[in-house]
């Protein structure tokens, strides 16, 4: 008797010989670069002092000031309302997850929505929590720029008596550089789209990064860490549901093929061997069809 294959199982989109390629230490390592190359050019511009540089090259076309720092387009439009259509795009992906957690047509968008959900707010709050401690002042607050404190480092000791800061890294440019993870969500949906995705994010990045730096709200090396922040974590959450979804095949696996035929679970018969021969109080199963009974003579 010819050995017999289960059938293919239902799993989430581009599960099995996709997945595992996924998994190879050449794709870890092309999308692991990126983050890692953001964080070193960033460190770099702060080292070298080239943000200050790029600074003083916007303050001076500008006459020496900010003057689009409270202007209605780079505030009220790129700033406010940017902020406002991210967090309701976020909401946007919210509805349409419930939506599929309530329609069983629909399963195989749940985990790639919810890595969308939840790496978009992971970025965002991260970058806002190490805002909170990094303590680095935005231009507009360096007495170079026309405020009224000295540059201190990021890992410099910041003076006493020096008021905090939260100006490190771009909080406004996570708003959209946490969109990148649109290009693991269409990596798990439609690959060919991966790209389109990848740009919405660098875009609404970009935008609201530059914005807020001709406003005199952050470096240039601000957004950098922000975009490699929001990578790293889109990469983590793609990870996690890739293994999510491993796991899910496998045990949808073991459950469509049932008890192993060729051991007598009964007790009453010797294990068989040779893969391919079943016992004989086990009627064969016929091709492409499973089926959870077994037929006994």
Same mark, same amino acid.
């Given at each position: 008797?010819?050995?017999?294959?289960?059938?293919?199982?239902?799993?989430?989109?581009?599960?099995?010989?996709?997945?595992?390629?996924?998994? %190879?230490?050449?794709?870890?390592?092309?999308?692991?670069?990126?983050?890692?190359?953001?964080?070193?050019?960033?460190?770099?511009?702060?080292?070298?002092?080239?943000?200050?540089?790029?600074?003083?090259?916007?303050?001076?076309?500008?006459?020496?000031?900010?003057?689009?720092? %409270?202007?209605?387009?780079?505030?009220?439009?790129?700033?406010?309302?940017?902020?406002?259509? %991210?967090?309701?795009?976020?909401?946007?992906?919210?509805?349409?997850?419930?939506?599929?957690?309530?329609?069983?047509?629909?399963?195989?968008?749940?985990?790639?929505?919810?890595?969308?959900?939840?790496?978009?707010?992971?970025?965002?709050?991260?970058?806002?929590?190490?805002?909170?401690?990094?303590?680095?002042?935005?231009?507009?607050?360096?007495?170079?720029?026309?405020?009224?404190?000295?540059?201190?480092?990021?890992?410099?000791?910041?003076?006493?008596?020096?008021?905090?800061?939260?100006?490190?890294?771009?909080?406004?440019?996570?708003?959209?550089?946490?969109?990148?993870?649109?290009?693991?969500?269409?990596?798990?949906?439609?690959?060919?789209?991966?790209?389109?995705?990848?740009?919405?994010?660098?875009?609404?990045?970009?935008?609201?990064?530059?914005?807020?730096?001709?406003?005199?709200?952050?470096?240039?090396?601000?957004?950098?860490?922000?975009?490699?922040?929001?990578?790293?974590?889109?990469?983590?959450?793609?990870?996690?549901?890739?293994?999510?979804?491993?796991?899910?095949?496998?045990?949808?696996?073991?459950?469509?093929?049932?008890?192993?035929?060729?051991?007598?679970?009964?007790?009453?018969?010797?294990?068989?061997?040779?893969?391919?021969?079943?016992?004989?109080?086990?009627?064969?199963?016929?091709?492409?069809?499973?089926?959870?009974?077994?037929?006994?003579?």
């Amino acid at each position: 008797m010819a050995p017999v294959n289960p059938p293919p199982i239902a799993s989430h989109a581009h599960v099995g010989r996709q997945g595992e390629a996924n998994w %190879s230490p050449r794709f870890l390592l092309a999308h692991s670069l990126p983050a890692l190359l953001l964080a070193l050019l960033g460190g770099g511009l702060m080292s070298l002092q080239i943000d200050q540089w790029l600074a003083d090259l916007l303050y001076a076309w500008q006459g020496q000031q900010w003057a689009l720092r %409270s202007s209605f387009l780079a505030e009220g439009l790129i700033h406010i309302l940017g902020r406002d259509l %991210s967090t309701a795009a976020w909401l946007c992906v919210l509805a349409a997850w419930v939506v599929a957690r309530l329609r069983g047509g629909m399963l195989h968008w749940r985990r790639p929505l919810a890595m969308l959900l939840l790496s978009t707010l992971l970025a965002t709050a991260l970058v806002a929590w190490i805002k909170s401690w990094s303590n680095m002042d935005c231009p507009w607050d360096l007495a170079r720029y026309g405020g009224t404190r000295e540059y201190v480092g990021l890992l410099s000791l910041r003076p006493i008596g020096l008021p905090r800061a939260a100006c490190f890294p771009g909080g406004h440019a996570s708003a959209g550089y946490a969109w990148m993870a649109l290009y693991f969500f269409f990596l798990v949906m439609w690959p060919r789209w991966r790209w389109a995705g990848l740009g919405v994010g660098i875009g609404l990045g970009l935008l609201f990064g530059v914005t807020q730096q001709l406003r005199g709200a952050h470096f240039l090396s601000h957004d950098l860490w922000t975009a490699a922040i929001c990578w790293g974590v889109a990469l983590g959450g793609y990870l996690l549901q890739r293994a999510a979804d491993g796991a899910g095949t496998r045990v949808g696996r073991d459950h469509l093929a049932g008890p192993d035929p060729h051991v007598d679970t009964i007790g009453r018969g010797a294990t068989h061997a040779h893969v391919g021969y079943a016992p004989a109080n086990v009627a064969p199963r016929a091709p492409g069809v499973w089926s959870p009974r077994t037929e006994r003579k």
